[in-house]
């Protein structure tokens, strides 16, 4: 016996339109599309033809700092409300599929090609929608409009991405974060200012700033310089992917009197004579000098008189 060869199967001749073959086994939509899916499983509507799959949200920096819940508005694709997902008109009700006999299957004769598929009806849900539903065109899922609240978690970033669940699908929020005139922030830490008085700065005291929660009364110890780093431990922002809080570190600026009256004028000029250790010239003040050292006449000075002059001075500039 020999093989078929070249003109194996010589007399048989098949009237099948490759074409129209395809078209019965899987349809004309399939056929049309490249055997792609013929559409998306949800109805569009007025809101919009899908979901929103990431939306970008603003905070100011105390929301960020402090955490805020924010309502937001958005698309989204969930189950139809007008027939609650049966997919058919409400008053209407569901069949068994009439074109499969409710098996999900098709058998297709064509010639000598027996065929089995899903059923281009039901597409395999064995059931058929006589009246579909007019708000999802029977899909059972549509697009909606639908207003969230976001429970923004204190201490996020800017340019940070949750997920969150929205309905039966999943939102990507990034936050975008407004910076802050008053704070710096360096990762769970912030950077703030505070100006403090000439009085303050060589007496001490307390001074009030504010606080990312509340407000503080800073203390400020005696002969406190200009550029001073005070650090408020635990009182920064919450660490998001650990636990605690960062620290709050208020840099000190020394505010000096622009103005002064002559009582005060003439205390601080006694002073800038009996001050030691100054590098350079003070105007208005005649220093002598001897071996390198500044002095003007502080070796005629007692102590009992030092005392009431700093009692003096403390008394007319600072009350």
């Given at each position: 016996?020999?093989?078929?060869?070249?003109g194996g199967f010589?007399g048989?001749?098949?009237?099948?339109d490759?074409?129209?073959?395809?078209?019965?086994?899987?349809?004309?939509?399939?056929f049309r599309g490249g055997?792609?899916?013929?559409?998306?499983?949800?109805?569009?509507?007025?809101?919009?033809f899908?979901?929103?799959?990431?939306?970008v949200?603003?905070l100011?920096?105390?929301?960020?700092?402090?955490?805020?819940?924010?309502?937001?508005?958005?698309?989204?694709?969930?189950?139809?409300?007008?027939?609650?997902?049966t997919?058919a008109?409400?008053?209407t009700?569901?069949i068994?599929?009439?074109?499969?006999n409710?098996?999900?299957?098709?058998?297709?004769?064509?010639?000598?090609?027996v065929?089995?598929?899903?059923?281009?009806?039901?597409?395999?849900?064995?059931?058929?929608?006589?009246t579909?539903?007019?708000?999802?065109?029977?899909k059972?899922?549509?697009?909606?409009?639908r207003?969230?609240?976001?429970?923004?978690p204190?201490g996020v970033?800017?340019?940070?991405?949750v997920?969150?669940?929205?309905?039966?699908?999943e939102?990507?929020?990034?936050f975008?974060v407004?910076?802050?005139?008053?704070?710096k922030?360096?990762?769970?830490?912030?950077?703030?200012?505070a100006s403090?008085s000439?009085?303050?700065?060589?007496?001490g005291?307390?001074?009030r700033i504010?606080?990312?929660?509340e407000?503080i009364?800073?203390?400020?110890?005696?002969g406190?310089?200009?550029?001073?780093?005070?650090?408020?431990?635990?009182?920064?922002?919450?660490?998001?992917?650990s636990?605690?809080?960062g620290?709050?570190?208020?840099?000190?600026?020394?505010r000096?009197?622009?103005?002064?009256?002559?009582e005060?004028?003439?205390l601080?000029?006694?002073y800038a004579e009996?001050?030691?250790?100054?590098?350079?010239t003070i105007?208005g003040v005649?220093?002598?000098?001897?071996?390198?050292?500044?002095?003007?006449?502080?070796?005629?000075?007692?102590e009992?008189?030092?005392?009431?002059?700093?009692s003096g001075?403390k008394?007319?500039?600072?009350?």
């Open positions: 016996m020999g093989g078929a060869g070249p010589q048989f001749h098949s009237s099948i490759p074409e129209e073959l395809f078209r019965k086994i899987f349809g004309d939509a399939a055997f792609k899916s013929s559409g998306q499983d949800f109805a569009e509507t007025l809101w919009g899908g979901g929103a799959g990431e939306v949200m603003d100011t920096f105390q929301q960020a700092a402090r955490g805020v819940n924010k309502d937001i508005t958005i698309n989204i694709v969930d189950t139809c409300q007008y027939c609650n997902g997919r008109e409400p008053g009700r569901t068994k599929c009439p074109y499969c409710g098996t999900g299957m098709e058998t297709i004769n064509t010639g000598p090609f065929m089995r598929s899903t059923c281009r009806r039901c597409h395999g849900t064995r059931t058929f929608i006589p579909p539903c007019k708000e999802c065109e029977g059972g899922r549509s697009v909606q409009r207003t969230v609240t976001v429970p923004v204190a970033e800017d340019g940070q991405t997920r969150m669940p929205v309905g039966r699908q939102v990507l929020i990034t975008r407004a910076s802050s005139d008053y704070f922030r360096d990762g769970a830490d912030i950077y703030t200012e403090i000439l009085a303050q700065a060589v007496f005291g307390t001074t504010t606080g990312l929660h407000d009364n800073l203390k400020v110890p005696p406190t310089s200009s550029h001073k780093i005070i650090k408020l431990a635990g009182k920064g922002i919450a660490r998001v992917t636990y605690g809080f620290d709050h570190y208020v840099n000190i600026q020394l000096a009197p622009k103005q002064l009256t002559p005060q004028r003439k601080l000029l006694e009996l001050e030691k250790g100054t590098q350079g105007t005649l220093r002598k000098h001897n071996d390198s050292t500044e002095k003007h006449n502080s070796d005629n000075i007692k009992e008189e030092e005392e009431g002059f700093f001075l008394k007319k500039i600072f009350g």
